[in-house]
């Protein structure tokens, strides 16, 4: 019998009681699970340089990490984003690499929906009032400034894939107007979201009252939204980001509210994780901050373990995960779905 070693770098769940138990009615498995996310390189290739299948949710994984995977036949992102992951040195490596690109999709376009509601509505602001209003006993709903109705309104959505494609509708049925702008998409995604047209950036943010990003963090989008991109936007407009912190310059964002580029900005994800707490976005009121919660839900939480368990064992009997990464891969194994341990 082959026996396979499998090994968790680092978790978000409470516990991995599920996976253990899971595992321990497979006696030819041996399962070890850590939170190295922060630890000392030389201590993360320690732990896994002998494992044939490795789950990482955040840890980084560069080139000299990746090259110490003497026997690993197969790597598993925890999640929809992979810019912790060297996806090229997989493939030199001859590793295949997976993600879970639908595990969360509806939690984190329910968030961005929950964040444009916030922004235009803005809640924040309000229970400023309230609170007032309660030790005045007045109401003066001056501080707040401008509230405008969504409904008519244009929403840009900047990448128009399985989360982008679920504001689209949920929005569409609010009433407002949509201009996408995802050089990628494909005519089966435009015509399933009855779209014509596909804007450039550029036109997206001169035009778009309130614009929601949903593109992978890759070196074609770091700093998509930059101080340039900022200014290129209306004075009224609304700024989301539920994707990646790395799409936005953080330090222009706040620029740009403290001095009114734009009217206001939702963010739930943030260029380091945990953000610092000299983060300027925390002193900006017209900034609604989120705990990088959009992947959350009960039932999000159990759909990646069990699409990931499953990966594993398709792993162990020589079949394809769900979602490979680097399908250039396949070209190179010939014939194999993985590489010999």
């Not at 497979?26 to 630890?39: A, C, I, R, W």
């Not at 015509?191 to 450039?200: E, K, W």
């Not at 998509?224 to 994707?243: F, G, H, V, Y």
Request: a negative charge.
């Amino acid at each position: 019998m082959e026996q396979w070693k499998v090994v968790v770098t680092d978790y978000i769940e409470n516990d991995l009681d599920w996976e253990v138990q899971q595992f321990a009615g497979m006696p030819d498995v041996t399962f070890e699970h850590y939170q190295l996310k922060q630890s000392p390189k030389p201590e993360l290739i320690e732990k896994i340089k002998d494992a044939d299948i490795v789950v990482v949710n955040m840890a980084a994984f560069d080139a000299e990490v990746i090259g110490s995977l003497d026997k690993c036949r197969l790597l598993i992102r925890h999640g929809i984003g992979y810019d912790n992951v060297d996806v090229p040195a997989c493939t030199a490596k001859l590793v295949r690499f997976a993600y879970q690109p639908d595990y969360c999709a509806t939690e984190v376009a329910e968030q961005a929906v929950a964040l444009i509601m916030c922004c235009a509505r803005k809640l924040f602001a309000s229970l400023d009032v309230l609170k007032d209003a309660s030790a005045n006993q007045i109401w003066n709903f001056a501080p707040m400034g401008e509230v405008h109705r969504l409904f008519g309104q244009t929403l840009g959505i900047i990448g128009c894939g399985r989360i982008g494609g679920r504001v689209v509708r949920i929005m569409k049925a609010m009433g407002m107007k949509i201009m996408v702008c995802d050089p990628y998409i494909d005519e089966r995604q435009k015509g399933a979201l009855g779209m014509n047209d596909v804007y450039d950036l550029e036109t997206v943010l001169k035009e778009a009252d309130i614009i929601s990003l949903h593109t992978p963090l890759n070196d074609e989008t770091r700093y998509m939204i930059d101080a340039p991109q900022l200014q290129m936007m209306k004075d009224s407009a609304i700024l989301i980001n539920t994707a990646r912190g790395g799409l936005i310059n953080t330090a222009a964002l706040a620029q740009a509210l403290g001095e009114g580029w734009i009217a206001g900005a939702g963010i739930d994800v943030y260029e380091k994780e945990p953000p610092p707490p000299d983060m300027p976005l925390f002193n900006a009121p017209n900034a609604t901050l989120s705990a990088h919660i959009g992947w959350m839900s009960v039932e999000a939480g159990w759909d990646i373990r069990t699409k990931i368990m499953d990966d594993i064992k398709a792993c162990m009997a020589g079949q394809p995960p769900r979602n490979t990464v680097n399908k250039e891969i396949d070209g190179l194994l010939g014939g194999k779905v993985y590489r010999d341990a």
